[in-house]
């Protein structure tokens, strides 16, 4: 999937989406991918307690902790940065040869997947 740790995506399907459209939601942030990128964990989403006994590493006192559970990743959808809509990301090669994603709706670059290769840099 083209989803990666730190972009800001909506919630298009599930309880979120189904509360407030996705217009109106802010756009929140990937905490992490799982699953070869099939499973993402936005924060503040599928929001969960997970009961723990005393000793726990995260919670020594023991309690409840309060987790964020993993999503698939066909529920959200991706924020372009540059233009602050919705979109679809594209693959590409830059100029000098390096493979990047791209915004479909502005054609903004959205980050570097792949360092530069001879092979696919432009002929000039």
């Not at 006994?53 to 006192?61: D, I, Y």
Request: hydrophobic share 35%; net charge positive; charged share 25%.
């Amino acid at each position: 999937m083209r989803i990666r740790k730190g972009d800001l995506v909506k919630i298009i399907s599930g309880v979120v989406a189904a509360r407030t459209p996705p217009q109106e939601q802010p756009a929140r942030r990937v905490l992490q991918v799982l699953d070869g990128g099939e499973k993402v964990v936005v924060e503040g989403v599928n929001l969960v307690y997970k009961h723990v006994k005393r000793g726990h590493p995260k919670s020594p006192q023991g309690g409840r902790l309060r987790l964020e559970m993993p999503i698939h990743s066909s529920n959200v959808m991706f924020v372009c940065p540059s233009c602050n809509a919705m979109a679809k990301l594209g693959m590409r090669f830059s100029d000098d040869g390096a493979k990047e994603r791209f915004c479909k709706k502005c054609n903004a670059s959205a980050g570097q997947i792949s360092p530069a290769r001879v092979a696919h840099a432009a002929k000039k």
